[in-house]
């Protein structure tokens, strides 16, 4: 925090640069499909000060990147599948001389037709991978025995990333055919592996070493990899450090976003409210490439149900192949839309039996023991305890009544109010990925090293770790380091995503400062004559044999330890335990546990210019112990202010031929401090520790976007209350136009009428 407030936090490009750098540019292609003919270099290298373009002739291994599965070509050969998708790197002397020359080469390509919509990929057979069904009871049978049956369909949008630190990376080529990486990446080892199979050598010759990203939200997952495979190639063939940093503008372009979804539902229950059946088809917009899209698609199935038991369920999924970049991981990674799909199935049955939406949510709770779709039970009763204390705590009938009273007495403003629980699951749902290590040195002055598979990225990991590390070593923070993540240090590191960076490195580092600690018990029981090991403790750098203090202390032990030749490092290796997936069968227990919530979110409309306040945000949260609540609460925050904005104002657009035109922060509009609620509490769910978590602490990166969710419901409350004739249709995100025009149909079919007629008035005019 302290680097941070004085700007002297350090990021790739913050490295001190050397004389004989070169800065890299990418050629994107400027159509989304097509036949690549030619590209003409020449005008292009005659530029001063260019040095080199390569292509994916250049590429000495394999020109491939698909992470899960390989369909994605570093750069492209013979055809182009999304705009901007890179085709040619340039090399030159500073970064304006590369993007001059990447604008100066002539490209020869003949286009194909574009598809940008999941359904039509869908009908034409452009799908990725296997379509997936989950399945509980038999809805078949179970629709004949619901009251009422409704069906709709969600029209979800995606969501850019907009971390602060674009894309970039450093490569320094080393002695003897080796390379280093300066990565701003979630996951160095996909770094390591993707550019060691680019250059042809192995993993072993690449280094890759991130000190902290400037914000990933899962865009850094996988995407990092490219812009680490470039610089490094560039480094490989030129012998020469090259820099590769994307401008925001390239990076909103060029990279893969939060997926579109399109889904249908049907839900059925009784009339006293009880949820017997539902149905869903969810059509993911996967863009070009695989990615992490299979993944994600995963994630939305397991969530599909949120927070709620359902008997009877059928969930499938598919993830289609469209022209836009490739989707990829973001903050959820797929269970935001998984729950808007079943939180709007649960809206439309409400107003249909009549009853209102919290009791109909109240009513289908989990409760501990429920199955979910995918087999696993729910462990605990903490969505029913936390849905109590957010009825209690924060008023809810009280709210109601406030909002209802204030709908009756005002025509054109209108306030609207929903409740919504969350429930997400926390592991990589890819089991095998649920694996970490640490890496702890003591130093003969008693100062502490620790390294990790962790990334920073802004969420506070290396505050965790630290306290961790303290707690269990029992001496201070000032005299442990946590050091930058180096692939050298810690081999084959999963990403630091799933909100599970802490849960597993953390746990990783407790099982290495054990085996130290083991080792320093036995140094101290034969220096103090304790007859039992298990009787030392070190608490505040002092060594206590039963808890009293025998006049040791810390760097004396370690003193004595280093002469009497003991090992003062460890490595240490941690899985979660007891998690599994069945793919055949559809059945597993893929997550360590779930975290659970619930949240009251309040809003203002404006019903004549369709502009809108959220008001309040009240949140009751399940967080365990906190190893440290500023930290947690700043995730709450941060993720609750991402969901909010996907929810109303990120409005990703693409144009029929798959160019962004959402592509500035001037046409994308994210939340800033002024479009959150002044009114924010947290209130943390008594005695919810994880025992699994170290120290009782819970993962907290992701859960709290999905309360964002709730103001897409509360907003829709109020334009309901505004227009009660009107059936709105479930689009995302609810943007002051889209409210505007959805609230107003009339007016926009007559203004279709008149500029659609032969004699209308021009266009500016109407
Ligand atoms: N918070 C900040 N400040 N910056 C980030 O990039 N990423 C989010 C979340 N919170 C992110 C963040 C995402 S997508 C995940 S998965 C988790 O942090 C990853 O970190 P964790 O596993 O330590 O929770
Ligand atoms: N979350 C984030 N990344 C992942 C996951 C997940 O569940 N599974 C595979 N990669
Ligand atoms: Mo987070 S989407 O798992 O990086």
């Given at each position: ?596 919530g619930t949240a009251i979110i309040e809003v203002t409309l404006d019903c004549i210019r369709g502009v809108y306040d959220i008001d309040s945000v009240k949140i009751v949260h399940d967080l365990g112990r906190p190893l440290n609540e500023r930290v947690d609460l700043g995730q709450i925050e941060g993720g609750l202010a991402q ?124």
């Amino acid at each position: 925090a302290v680097l941070h407030t004085r700007g002297e936090a350090e990021y790739v490009d913050d490295i001190p640069q050397p004389a004989d750098m070169l800065y890299a540019a990418i050629l994107g292609s400027p159509v989304a499909h097509g036949k690549v003919n030619q590209l003409k270099l020449s005008t292009a290298k005659k530029i001063p000060g260019v040095v080199s373009i390569l292509t994916a002739k250049d590429i000495p291994g394999e020109n491939q990147i698909g992470p899960i599965i390989q369909d994605e070509p570093l750069l492209a050969e013979n055809e182009v599948h999304f705009a901007s998708q890179p085709l040619a790197l340039v090399l030159a002397t500073s970064p304006q001389t590369a993007r001059k020359g990447a604008k100066a080469i002539q490209t020869n390509i003949t286009e194909l037709p574009v598809i940008v919509d999941p359904k039509i990929a869908f009908q034409k057979g452009e799908i990725i991978g296997t379509p997936r069904t989950l399945a509980i009871g038999d809805v078949d049978t179970a629709w004949e025995q619901c009251d009422v049956i409704v069906e709709g369909s969600c029209n979800i949008g995606g969501q850019e990333h907009v971390y602060l630190e674009t894309q970039r990376s450093r490569a320094v080529p080393l002695e003897n055919g080796n390379v280093r990486i300066h990565a701003s990446t979630q996951s160095p080892y996909a770094s390591q592996r993707a550019a060691a199979k680019i250059l042809g050598i192995d993993y072993h010759k690449v280094e890759v070493d991130v000190k902290r990203i400037g914000g990933g939200f899962g865009g850094k997952e996988d995407q990092a990899t490219p812009i680490s495979c470039l610089a490094a190639l560039g480094a490989w063939l030129t012998g020469k450090p090259v820099e590769l940093v994307l401008n925001r503008a390239e990076d909103m372009k060029m990279t893969g976003k939060r997926h579109p979804y399109i889904s249908d539902f049907k839900i059925g229950a009784t009339n006293d409210g009880k949820i017997l059946a539902f149905e869903v088809a969810h059509y993911q917009n996967s863009g070009a490439a695989a990615d992490l899209s299979t993944a994600v698609l995963e994630r939305t199935l397991y969530h599909s149900t949120n927070s709620y038991f359902i008997p009877n369920a059928k969930i499938t999924g598919t993830c289609c192949r469209t022209n836009l970049p490739p989707n990829t991981a973001f903050r959820g990674f797929g269970g935001p839309q998984g729950m808007l799909v079943i939180e709007s199935a649960l809206e439309k049955l409400a107003g249909t039996l009549r009853l209102s939406k919290e009791d109909l949510q109240q009513k289908n709770l989990l409760n501990k023991d429920d199955p979910l779709p995918f087999g696993q039970r729910f462990q605990n009763d903490h969505l029913q305890r936390s849905w109590k204390k957010m009825v209690k705590e924060y008023d809810l009938k009280k709210t109601k009544q406030i909002i209802d009273r204030f709908n009756k007495n005002n025509l054109t403003t209108k306030k609207g109010v929903a409740v919504m629980p969350v429930c997400f699951g926390i592991s990589f749902t890819t089991t095998f990925m649920n694996q970490a290590s640490a890496l702890v040195h003591v130093y003969t002055d008693g100062s502490v090293s620790v390294t990790t598979g962790g990334i920073e990225m802004g969420q506070g990991l290396n505050t965790n770790i630290l306290k961790i590390a303290a707690k269990t070593l029992g001496i201070g923070p000032e005299r442990i380091k946590i050091e930058n993540t180096n692939t050298t240090r810690i081999a084959n590191m999963s990403p630091s995503a799933a909100s599970s960076t802490t849960l597993l490195n953390g746990n990783a580092t407790v099982l290495a400062i054990e085996q130290i600690l083991s080792r320093l018990k036995n140094v101290a029981s034969e220096e103090l004559g304790a007859s039992n090991k298990d009787d030392i403790s070190i608490v505040e750098e002092k060594i206590l044999s039963k808890g009293e203090d025998m006049g040791l202390t810390w760097n004396e032990l370690i003193q004595k330890a280093y002469l009497s030749r003991v090992g003062l490092s460890a490595h240490a290796f941690f899985a979660t335990p007891d998690i599994w997936f069945d793919k055949e069968q559809e059945k597993g227990e893929p997550f360590a546990y779930h975290v659970v919530g619930t949240a009251i979110i309040e809003v203002t409309l404006d019903c004549i210019r369709g502009v809108y306040d959220i008001d309040s945000v009240k949140i009751v949260h399940d967080l365990g112990r906190p190893l440290n609540e500023r930290v947690d609460l700043g995730q709450i925050e941060g993720g609750l202010a991402q969901g909010l904005g996907w929810i109303t104002m990120e409005d990703l657009q693409y144009d029929e031929n798959g160019q962004l035109l959402s592509n500035a922060l001037a046409s994308y509009k994210v939340p800033d401090v002024y479009f959150m609620p002044d009114d924010i509490q947290v209130s943390f769910l008594e005695s919810a520790d994880s025992e699994l978590g170290p120290y009782g602490s819970k993962a907290v990166g992701e859960p709290p976007l999905m309360y964002g969710i709730g103001a897409y419901f509360a907003l829709l409350n109020a334009m309901k209350a505004f227009r009660p004739d009107l059936e709105f249709d479930l689009n995302s995100p609810l943007t002051p136009e889209r409210i505007l025009m959805s609230m107003y149909p009339e007016t926009v079919e007559s203004i279709k009428k008149v500029t659609s007629s032969k004699n209308s008035l021009k266009k500016e005019t109407v």
